[in-house]
């Protein structure tokens, strides 16, 4: 009876023990020779993940570049939805790891959707990220999302004997709070997971001073502030580059087009002199730009109110005011909301377009404008507007909604206005433009200070701040 006992035991019990021992066995020998056999080909190599689009994710891409630049061989893994930037495609030492879309499964509920999501994104950035790029000294994630890129990320860090730093962006846990609430289980435990994953890293990153003090404050993780920085392709326009976007833009938004359709010598904006030069109209309207993903950390009724308020003071008969042109970029899934409000209004004095640009003409547009509007309302309080950072780069003064950490980037009456609702954003289009295109002192004043905020550049930061954790 004793030995049956004892068979039994060993069967149930001591051979899976002994499987499971001889699996890690296995798994530790074979993970040995892994980081033999790649050693030296992972040397100098990063691997950059950000689990969203390449193309529209500027500063995943400038640290690709700026790796690069320093001789890094750099696998940059991402969806390709839309194209990434031309310096990207062009470099030699940077590959592109697409990832694939995760498929809409229609008909089930929203937290099977949510998993079902999770588990093929983790399936799909574990299988790139082991055998469709080399192996890596460094592993570099984008933080947010969090889930499920720390885990898979930190996975790969361990197997691969490669060193893990993350560079936060925002809290994955508080844009998650947006769609649900802040007590939520799921909240709950994303963000016990991202304290988890965040402590386990070898390096940290962060965009700003108050996330650096909030981090090392909530989960004592230590971190290198690296603001934002535009990029070389925003920058200042002369007039014939201003005109030659504003003509090509004719063609599918006939706003920027002249009263007069049969001068083709003319835009909205811009007149061709009989030397060849351009010159700016004395009667054009204001442009103003603003960007978006179209979300719900972004309330665009704030800016219709405003607008709708400017057009009935300009109704009032207050002729010392331009018309404006308000561009909004983006795509995102509020934007066909928006879109129907913006379409039952009848205003004289202001329209409204919402173009989806070209990669190139984007930073062109903002070149052009006269005032940048950002309606960026970070979800966790401490992270800054890349929008407003891209708007700098190009001398363009900001209206910015307020925010704690804001006055990092924008400073109220310095480089812009600073604004708490509709009325106040109102108010200052008419403290801007009044008397507009004649008296442009407070606009130059502003432009005057963005250019000391563009002296120091992407490349200069970030060889003083992040090269050394490379190294």
């Not at 331009?322 to 909004?328: E, M, V």
Request: proline share 4%; net charge neutral; aromatic share 10%.
């Amino acid at each position: 009876m004793n030995d049956y006992f004892l068979t039994e035991i060993n069967y149930w019990i001591l051979t899976p023990v002994s499987l499971f021992f001889r699996a890690v066995l296995i798994l530790i020998v074979c993970t040995t020779f892994r980081r033999l056999w790649v050693y030296k080909k992972k040397r100098n190599r990063v691997c950059v993940v950000v689990l969203g689009d390449v193309g529209r994710s500027p500063r995943m891409s400038y640290h690709s570049l700026s790796l690069a630049h320093h001789g890094f061989n750099v696998n940059l893994v991402g969806y390709c939805e839309s194209t990434p930037h031309k310096q990207i495609l062009d470099s030699e030492k940077i590959e592109l790891g697409a990832l694939t879309p995760c498929p809409t499964i229609g008909g089930i509920p929203r937290l099977a959707s949510y998993v079902f999501k999770v588990v093929f994104q983790s399936l799909n950035l574990l299988w790139v990220m082991a055998w469709r790029v080399d192996a890596s000294e460094f592993i570099l994630v984008q933080n947010p999302p969090c889930i499920p890129t720390l885990a898979v990320c930190l996975i790969m860090s361990v197997f691969n004997g490669s060193k893990l730093v993350i560079d936060w962006h925002n809290y994955g846990y508080s844009i998650l709070a947006l769609s649900l609430n802040k007590n939520h289980l799921l909240v709950k435990i994303a963000k016990r997971y991202e304290e988890i994953f965040g402590q386990l890293s070898s390096g940290n990153l962060c965009v700003t001073n108050a996330m650096k003090n909030d981090l090392k404050k909530r989960w004592h993780i230590c971190a290198e502030v690296m603001h934002d920085r535009p990029s070389a392709r925003f920058k200042q326009l002369t007039n014939e580059e201003k005109h030659q976007l504003f003509t090509k833009l004719m063609k599918t938004h006939p706003q920027f087009s002249a009263l007069r359709k049969s001068d083709e010598q003319q835009t909205r904006f811009t007149v061709v002199n009989s030397d060849g030069s351009v010159s700016f109209k004395h009667d054009r309207p204001a442009l103003i730009i603003s960007s978006t993903s179209w979300t719900d950390d972004e309330d665009f009724s704030v800016l219709l109110h405003a607008l709708q308020m400017y057009e009935d003071y300009v109704c009032g008969e207050n002729g010392d005011l331009p018309d404006l042109l308000c561009a909004i970029t983006g795509k995102g899934p509020n934007k066909s909301y928006y879109q129907k409000i913006i379409a039952s209004k009848n205003w004289k004095h202001v329209q409204v377009i919402t173009p989806w640009l070209e990669a190139e003409d984007y930073p062109k547009l903002l070149a052009c404008g006269d005032l940048g509007v950002s309606l960026h309302t970070s979800s966790s309080g401490l992270d800054l507007p890349m929008k407003v950072v891209d708007m700098f780069g190009c001398c363009l003064p900001v209206a910015a909604i307020n925010f704690s950490c804001l006055n990092e980037l924008v400073q109220e009456g310095v480089n812009g206005f600073v604004f708490e609702d509709s009325l106040e954003l109102c108010e200052q289009f008419q403290q801007a433009f009044a008397d507009f295109p004649h008296n442009q002192d407070l606009l130059n004043k502003f432009r005057s200070n963005i250019k000391q905020f563009r002296e120091r550049t992407w490349n200069n930061a970030w060889d003083e701040i992040v090269l050394p954790l490379f190294k």
